[in-house]
């Protein structure tokens, strides 16, 4: 990758009115491993891929349980979802023992959003390196949320985030519209089938192709189903259902979204280096 | 601009040898890459209208929204960075919390246009921040006072329109907009206008998908700000593709 | 000057490099939670807070129905035993779904109304269609008056808060200046709460909830015999209705009164 000179601070704005430094930290969430979130009409369901750093380790949690009705999947830097999980739990702790209910989905994504602009906004200050689904229930039914390092919230029908998530957003695209009314059972496999897609090829290969090998994390959270991490063992009845309920489109190739290789406009004058991502307007 | 790139530009606090602070220069890049908004102020109404380009299929229709209420009368739609919008809409609404909390009467939109312009002209005075890569439109409309409307641009300077755009297809527009005269138009016929503009201005080449979004307030909501209200909201769509078709077999029978 | 009006932005350059100083990271931002001021240093008016109401509101009586709940207040505001404001409403519409009626100091009633008035604008400028709901009002209510009660310096107000919940059932709550709080299908507070009280629970019936008509009757008795009971009543008041479709406040009604036995009373 090459430099530009407006790439140093987030305080700096290119002349093609872009942040750079905003938009390399949307790059740190494709180094995580992908997470899908998705939902039918009572339920949203987060589905997370987690890789052992080395063989000897175990790997990095994926999910982050906030409330009872809320709960995040990350992709990017762990330590920064730390610190973000750290906050929406105050807050949520603090909403509950102030008027004893459950706090907003919207409204908390909203003030989170609103923290995590001045990140974005300030010489000393970096964006936050990570990426978020978050999955909630409240009085509005339930929800799945997207944040970015950006601070850019998005209310979802569903969504992917994470290396190679491309291929599992193909896939919720796809059978968008059949999610309403699915039942648990098949939200949840919809969702390991989603993110079957996004396994690195020779993963792919080593498990021979079987979605029940995945090392995989769901959670869910709906109507009258507080915010629960499956068990192993839970999790192994929904990678051997999702299996069977056929082949997830696993060995077609991906759309490589993220490639960033595409030859730039060769304009005059100083210019910025292609990203993948244009700052969200 | 022949100063780009000689290192003059690369903080909000330094001026380029002609005079220019380009980092509110670039800022402004910002708003013109956006999704278009206006603002058009009728007899007894006034309309915020954003074009709101769907960038993915996932998003729930009410993603990423660019109108905002600020108080019970006052609206506020932006362009430029969501998140940005996001910022400023809570520090207008503190804002205009503040004055309700001191004087127990809604902020005058003069008044709040003058605190938040204040706000934002203060991030171009540092290096250490950068500006705001906004454009705010800020809309009321009360009793007294009628309907108002006024535009900060991300230098923070503001003024006082019967019609402004901001964004992508801010000339379009504004070519548009001088073909009426919204002061005499009533809430019906204002709706419709901001339809036919923002579906006229819409460029089907460049982005595909948008959602038409408003907000209204006049005497027809009571003085009461809305988003999306659902029949006049109806009504702008309708006249908007109306308008798009017109147009289209216009353009076979020349 | 621009961070006075910005509670949410941080300072410019705070964390930042301080000439001859190290840098601040992240965590030493939180600075220890201190006492709050008006608990370590005296005021203006020395360390003495009050410790009586000044002009008062009398009794509020809330009573729950099947299809919702009603309040009622008389419309006097006294200073002492001065009958000094005699046409204040003392039952608020909140929004949608709540009513609120308020006893004890009338300007903190008037306070703590203002401050739950500004968290409906909050509500609408959401734009997410959530309301507040009377069971989170009060359970806020009783946090912020039993947090100043502990900083000795209590809002000298006794409230009831009624309307109805998400799912639709209605909800009748007391909450006095100390931040005790209790609901129950009759709440009263001031001289309603010895003189109202049991002529209400009386009447309940053992196996069902009062109807709006019998609700609405026993108001009607109840500010009478208030009226001519308690020395700081007035024979004029107002209702709030909360029920499912929406909040109304009827009134001012009057309190039939009849003095005709008056004569015949002796010995006092």
């Known amino acids: 990758m090459f430099r530009n000179q407006y790439d140093s601070d987030v305080t700096v704005w290119s002349p093609q009115g872009r942040l750079h430094q905003v938009e390399y930290a949307m790059e740190a969430v494709k180094l995580g491993t992908a997470t899908v979130g998705l939902k039918n009409r009572d339920f949203a369901v987060l589905v997370a891929l987690s890789k052992p750093s080395s063989e000897l380790s175990a790997s990095q949690r994926k999910i982050i349980p906030i409330d009872d009705h809320l709960g995040i999947s990350i992709?990017?830097?762990?330590?920064?979802?730390?610190?973000?999980?750290?906050?929406?739990?105050?807050?949520?702790?603090?909403?509950k023992h102030s008027y004893g209910s459950?706090?907003?989905?919207?409204?908390?994504?909203?003030?989170?959003?609103?923290?995590?602009?001045?990140?974005?906004?300030?010489?000393?200050?970096?964006?936050?390196?990570?990426?978020?689904l978050v999955g909630g229930y409240d009085e509005k039914g339930p929800h799945i949320y997207q944040v970015t390092p950006s601070a850019t919230f998005y209310n979802c029908k569903a969504n992917s985030i994470g290396s190679r998530s491309q291929s599992a957003r193909t896939y919720l695209e796809r059978n968008l519209d059949t999610f309403l009314n699915c039942s648990n059972d098949e939200i949840i496999c919809h969702g390991i089938s989603a993110i079957h897609g996004s396994l690195p090829t020779d993963e792919m290969q080593s498990r021979n192709e079987s979605a029940s090998q995945l090392n995989i994390t769901i959670a869910i959270v709906g109507k009258n189903q507080p915010f629960k991490i499956l068990s192993e063992k839970e999790t192994q009845i929904y990678l051997t259902m999702a299996s069977e309920k056929g082949a997830p489109p696993a060995n077609q190739p991906y759309d490589d979204d993220e490639s960033t290789s595409q030859a730039g406009p060769s304009t005059s004058g100083p210019r910025d280096p292609i990203v993948a991502v244009a700052t969200e307007e | 601009m022949s100063t780009i790139g000689t290192g003059y530009d690369l903080s909000a606090s330094q001026f380029s040898p002609d005079g220019r602070v380009f980092q509110i220069d670039y800022a402004s890049k910002a708003v013109e890459k956006s999704g278009t908004v206006i603002g058009i102020r009728g007899k007894d109404c006034v309309i915020l209208a954003v074009e709101k380009i769907i960038t993915s299929k996932l998003y729930e229709p009410d993603a990423a929204g660019r109108i905002f209420i600020v108080e019970k009368n006052i609206g506020m739609a932006v362009a430029g960075l969501v998140a940005d919008g996001n910022y400023v809409a809570d520090i207008a609404r503190q804002e205009a919390a503040n004055y309700r909390q001191q004087f127990e009467q809604v902020i005058p939109l003069k008044h709040l246009c003058d605190r938040v312009s204040a706000y934002v002209h203060a991030y171009t005075l540092y290096s250490a921040v950068?500006?705001?890569?906004?454009?705010?439109?800020?809309?009321?409309?009360?009793?007294?006072?009628?309907?108002?409307?006024?535009?900060?641009?991300?230098?923070?300077?503001?003024?006082?329109?019967?019609?402004?755009?901001?964004?992508k297809a801010k000339q379009q527009a504004k070519t548009e907009m001088e073909k009426s005269r919204f002061v005499d138009l009533n809430t019906e016929e204002l709706v419709k206008k901001a339809g036919e503009i923002i579906y006229r201005v819409h460029d089907e080449l460049k982005d595909k998908e948008f959602r038409f979004e408003m907000g209204i307030v006049g005497s027809e909501t009571q003085g009461i700000y809305q988003i999306?209200?659902?029949?006049?909201?109806?009504?702008?769509?309708?006249?908007?593709?109306?308008?798009?078709k017109e147009d289209d077999s216009g353009d076979e029978a020349n | 000057m621009l961070n006075n009006y910005n509670s949410m932005a941080q300072p410019l350059w705070q964390n930042g490099p301080t000439p001859g100083a190290f840098y601040n990271f992240t965590g030493g931002q939180q600075q220890t939670q201190k006492l709050p001021k008006e608990l370590t240093a005296a005021g203006p008016f020395g360390t003495k807070r009050s410790t009586s109401s000044i002009t008062t509101g009398s009794s509020v009586l809330g009573i729950r129905y099947d299809g919702g709940v009603m309040i009622a207040a008389d419309t006097l505001v006294s200073y002492g035993s001065l009958a000094r404001y005699q046409n204040i409403l003392r039952v608020f519409p909140i929004n949608n779904n709540i009513i609120l009626g308020g006893g004890g100091d009338f300007a903190d009633i008037q306070s703590i109304k203002r401050t739950i008035d500004q968290k409906m604008i909050e509500d609408q400028c959401y734009a997410d269609g959530i309301t507040m709901k009377p069971k989170a009002l009060s359970s806020w209510l009783t946090r912020v008056l039993y947090n100043r009660r502990?900083?000795?310096?209590?809002?000298y107000i006794d409230v009831v808060v009624g309307g109805i919940e998400q799912d639709g059932t209605p909800y009748l709550a007391n909450v006095d200046l100390r931040g005790r709080a209790y609901e129950d299908y009759v709440v009263a507070t001031g001289f309603a709460r010895h003189l109202a009280l049991p002529l209400v629970r009386e009447r309940k019936p053992k196996?069902?909830?009062?109807?709006?008509?019998?609700?609405?009757?026993?108001?009607?008795?109840?500010?009478?015999?208030?009226?001519?009971?308690?020395?700081?009543?007035?024979?004029?008041?107002?209702?709030?209705?909360?029920?499912a479709s929406g909040t109304t406040i009827d009134g001012p009604c009057k309190v039939s009164e009849n003095w005709t036995f008056a004569a015949t009373i002796k010995g006092y």
Do not use: H
Not at chain 1, 84 to 92: A, F, K, Q, T
Not at chain 1, 103 to 112: D, E, K
Not at chain 2, 150 to 166: L, M, Q, R
Not at chain 2, 233 to 244: D, H, W
């Open chain 3, 207 to 243: 196996d069902r909830e009062f109807t709006a008509e019998e609700a609405s009757e026993l108001i009607r008795k109840c500010m009478e015999v208030l009226y001519y009971r308690d020395t700081r009543n007035m024979a004029q008041y107002t209702v709030g209705v909360c029920n």
């Open chain 3, 150 to 155: 502990s900083r000795m310096n209590p809002l």
């Open chain 1, 102 to 132: 459950t706090y907003p989905v919207s409204r908390l994504i909203t003030n989170l959003g609103n923290k995590m602009q001045t990140t974005t906004q300030r010489y000393d200050r970096r964006p936050y390196g990570v990426g978020l």
């Open chain 1, 75 to 95: 992709a990017g830097i762990t330590a920064d979802a730390r610190v973000i999980s750290r906050y929406l739990r105050s807050e949520c702790l603090s909403y």
């Open chain 2, 130 to 167: 950068r500006p705001f890569g906004l454009s705010i439109i800020l809309a009321s409309w009360d009793e007294n006072d009628g309907p108002q409307l006024y535009k900060i641009e991300p230098s923070g300077s503001y003024f006082g329109y019967f019609a402004c755009a901001s964004g």
């Open chain 2, 228 to 244: 999306n209200p659902a029949v006049l909201t109806e009504l702008a769509r309708k006249a908007g593709e109306n308008a798009n």
